[in-house]
């Protein structure tokens, strides 16, 4: 039998996906754009609607990034707004476990499940960057082992509040309104390296006893995170050979923690381009990726790389021949940059013969290297790639990312998704009214 493909939707946030020059670009703060495109979404039968966090206006070199966007609303405003024009449509929000705390955090995400009938989700994301830590009170900011110490017992005192609460909890008396059943119903007492908190949870249990729980690191930390405690991983190997070795790797791990392969799903972000032919949709990708690959743009690339002030350098000639500086302390302010987890001196020389291979500009290698659209062609080559990409175990579905907002997503849906549904792998109605019913994951505890 064949894999059921799923399907969410990313809002683009803090980017530089997004064309803004092409006349169709909207609003990223204005409502009718979260609607708009979410309201696509569920009309596609989409799992859920993916919204990023931003902590801070990103720079480089003192400059806010040329194509980015910026600033970005609050998540559970926009989320617990969305709430209200969606019936089915899971609501996941990226919140950053380095400078939050996880009793607002909880109350937050019960509340989301509460007022979505049961569509709430957590990517759960750490911090590495002291740049972001200047608008928090601790400041500052964290290594990577204590990153993920942090997340981990930041997930594990949320789930502790959010099970203080039982189901039946609350009983619905007709005369006396609502009582408590149970006298120590939301009481928690948790304490680990990391916090110290003791109290009663305000929230009672939500719809699915939980939010969906998602992970995106892609370090050897972040990968156990997520066969460890997630529901979904958002991925960023969406290419074909490299999801299915990133696949097969976290899937492995999931034994280890008393986990079947099913428990995690993993999700990669994925663009499409979508033409009437092929050669089509590859010349209007082109044209997408000089758009999203300014001259200047380019130069930031290669600074995160590089670790040096670029500025001057021609983005139209060749790579810089000095190599790049390696450590911590990075120029990319505001960027993870540290998902580089090779020697960025042996990603440079790496670049470098691509390059050489290619004749190609700075400009062009960036392009190249950076490249985002995942699917280029007519709908029946998307709708067939996608397929194979679930099937053959390179993904489990695929979190779309639309280079205009907020009508990207409408073509997908009128012409993609009717493909996937006559295979007989895309829905043609949700199975349920929470998330977890449309993903297939077993209730949580």
């Given at each position: 039998?064949?894999?059921?493909?799923?399907?969410?939707?990313?809002?683009?946030?803090?980017?530089?996906?997004?064309?803004?020059?092409?006349?169709?670009?909207?609003?990223?703060?204005?409502?009718?754009?979260?609607?708009?495109?979410?309201?696509?979404?569920?009309?596609?039968?989409?799992?859920?609607?993916?919204?990023?966090?931003?902590?801070?206006?990103?720079?480089?070199?003192?400059?806010?990034?040329?194509?980015?966007?910026?600033?970005?609303?609050?998540?559970?405003?926009?989320?617990?707004?969305?709430?209200?024009?969606?019936?089915?449509?899971g609501l996941t929000g990226t919140?950053?476990?380095?400078?939050?705390?996880?009793?607002?955090?909880?109350?937050?995400?019960?509340?989301?499940?509460?007022?979505?009938?049961?569509?709430?989700?957590?990517?759960?994301?750490?911090?590495?960057?002291?740049?972001?830590?200047?608008?928090?009170?601790?400041?500052?900011?964290?290594?990577?082992?204590?990153?993920?110490?942090?997340?981990?017992?930041?997930?594990?005192?949320?789930?502790?509040?959010?099970?203080?609460?039982?189901?039946?909890?609350?009983?619905?008396?007709?005369?006396?309104?609502?009582?408590?059943?149970?006298?120590?119903?939301?009481?928690?007492?948790?304490?680990?390296?990391?916090?110290?908190?003791?109290?009663?949870?305000?929230?009672?249990?939500?719809?699915?006893?939980?939010?969906?729980?998602?992970?995106?690191?892609?370090?050897?930390?972040?990968?156990?995170?997520?066969?460890?405690?997630?529901?979904?991983?958002?991925?960023?190997?969406?290419?074909?050979?490299?999801?299915?070795?990133?696949?097969?790797?976290?899937?492995?791990?999931?034994?280890?923690?008393?986990?079947?392969?099913?428990?995690?799903l993993v999700l990669p972000a994925?663009?499409?381009?979508?033409?009437?032919?092929?050669?089509?949709?590859?010349?209007?990708?082109?044209?997408?990726?000089?758009?999203?690959?300014?001259?200047?743009?380019?130069?930031?690339?290669?600074?995160?790389?590089?670790?040096?002030?670029?500025?001057?350098?021609?983005?139209?000639?060749?790579?810089?021949?000095?190599?790049?500086?390696?450590?911590?302390?990075?120029?990319?302010?505001?960027?993870?940059?540290?998902?580089?987890?090779?020697?960025?001196?042996?990603?440079?020389?790496?670049?470098?013969?691509?390059?050489?291979?290619?004749?190609?500009?700075?400009?062009?290698?960036?392009?190249?290297?950076?490249?985002?659209?995942?699917?280029?062609?007519?709908?029946?080559?998307?709708?067939?790639?996608?397929?194979?990409?679930?099937?053959?175990?390179?993904?489990?579905?695929?979190?779309?990312?639309?280079?205009?907002?907020?009508?990207?997503?409408?073509?997908?849906?009128?012409?993609?998704?009717?493909?996937?549904?006559?295979?007989?792998?895309?829905?043609?109605?949700?199975?349920?009214?929470?998330?977890?019913?449309?993903?297939?994951?077993?209730?949580?505890?």
């Open positions: 039998m064949s894999k059921q493909v799923h399907l969410a939707a990313h809002f683009p946030g803090v980017n530089n996906t997004t064309v803004w020059g092409d006349p169709a670009a909207g609003s990223h703060i204005e409502f009718n754009s979260f609607v708009h495109l979410a309201q696509t979404a569920e009309r596609g039968r989409f799992d859920f609607f993916f919204l990023a966090e931003g902590l801070r206006i990103r720079e480089q070199n003192g400059l806010i990034y040329e194509l980015d966007v910026v600033g970005r609303p609050d998540t559970f405003t926009v989320l617990s707004a969305l709430a209200a024009v969606t019936d089915y449509l919140i950053n476990s380095t400078f939050n705390e996880p009793v607002e955090v909880a109350k937050q995400f019960a509340t989301l499940d509460h007022l979505s009938g049961g569509r709430a989700a957590w990517n759960v994301v750490t911090s590495w960057d002291e740049f972001t830590g200047e608008n928090f009170r601790r400041g500052g900011y964290l290594t990577a082992d204590q990153r993920y110490t942090r997340a981990k017992e930041f997930l594990d005192a949320a789930t502790t509040l959010w099970d203080s609460w039982a189901d039946g909890d609350v009983v619905a008396d007709a005369s006396s309104g609502q009582f408590l059943e149970r006298d120590d119903a939301g009481v928690f007492d948790y304490h680990s390296s990391q916090f110290d908190i003791t109290g009663r949870f305000a929230v009672p249990r939500s719809p699915q006893g939980r939010p969906v729980i998602f992970q995106a690191g892609d370090s050897e930390e972040g990968r156990e995170f997520a066969a460890a405690t997630a529901d979904a991983i958002f991925s960023r190997h969406a290419k074909y050979d490299d999801g299915r070795a990133f696949y097969a790797d976290v899937k492995r791990r999931l034994p280890a923690y008393g986990r079947a392969n099913d428990d995690l994925a663009s499409f381009v979508i033409g009437a032919t092929d050669t089509e949709a590859a010349d209007i990708a082109h044209d997408v990726r000089l758009a999203q690959v300014s001259p200047a743009t380019a130069i930031n690339f290669l600074e995160q790389l590089w670790n040096r002030d670029l500025s001057s350098h021609d983005p139209d000639g060749p790579l810089p021949t000095v190599d790049p500086v390696p450590g911590d302390n990075t120029i990319a302010k505001g960027r993870a940059s540290t998902r580089h987890h090779r020697d960025p001196r042996d990603i440079a020389n790496e670049w470098r013969r691509i390059a050489e291979a290619g004749n190609l500009t700075t400009r062009e290698l960036i392009i190249k290297v950076t490249g985002r659209q995942s699917f280029v062609g007519s709908a029946s080559t998307i709708a067939a790639a996608i397929n194979k990409n679930v099937q053959d175990e390179a993904a489990d579905g695929f979190i779309l990312v639309p280079h205009i907002t907020p009508g990207g997503l409408d073509r997908f849906v009128d012409e993609v998704i009717p493909l996937l549904q006559e295979r007989g792998v895309y829905r043609t109605d949700y199975e349920g009214t929470t998330l977890r019913d449309n993903l297939g994951l077993t209730a949580s505890a």
